[in-house]
Nanobody
Framework: QVQLVESGGGLVQAGGSLRLSCAASGRFFSSYGMGWLRQAPGKEREIVAAISRSGGSTDYADSVKGRFTISRDNAKKTVYLQMNSLKPEDTAVYYC????????????????WGQGTQVTVSS
């Protein structure tokens, strides 16, 4: 089992940047594929980015490609989401999640979730 705690959210102007962090506790962190997901008011939760167990493979939603970068440090048990060129439509609660698969691609593959961190982008 793994526990996840996100940090780094906040209020930023359009065009700005934020870096989210997700600290994991528990064993075998490097055994989990990891992802960042988000949910905006009135919308379904969506996968923003995912990274494989080793960090060698990543995948992004089309809406964030070229702007967001997911990375992980298995020694520190931490996964990051660097968000650049933020847009008002990026406003959402961002969740870190872990999956017992190589690199998760579907919502129902995620087994553990953090509590979420709010990201608000003003125009």
């Amino acid at each position: 089992q793994v526990q996840l705690v996100e940090s780094g959210g906040g209020l930023v102007q359009a065009g700005g940047s934020l870096r989210l962090s997700c600290a994991a506790s528990g064993r075998f962190f490097s055994s989990y594929g990891m992802g960042w997901l988000r949910q905006a008011p009135g919308k379904e939760r969506e996968i923003v980015a995912a990274i494989s167990r080793s960090g060698g493979s990543t995948d992004y939603a089309d809406s964030v490609k070229g702007r967001f970068t997911i990375s992980r440090d298995n020694a520190k048990k931490t996964v990051y989401l660097q968000m650049n060129s933020l847009k008002p439509e990026d406003t959402a609660v961002y969740y870190c999640a872990a999956a017992m698969v190589y690199r998760p691609t579907k919502l129902d593959e995620y087994d553990y979730w953090g509590q979420g961190t709010q990201v608000t982008v003003s125009s």
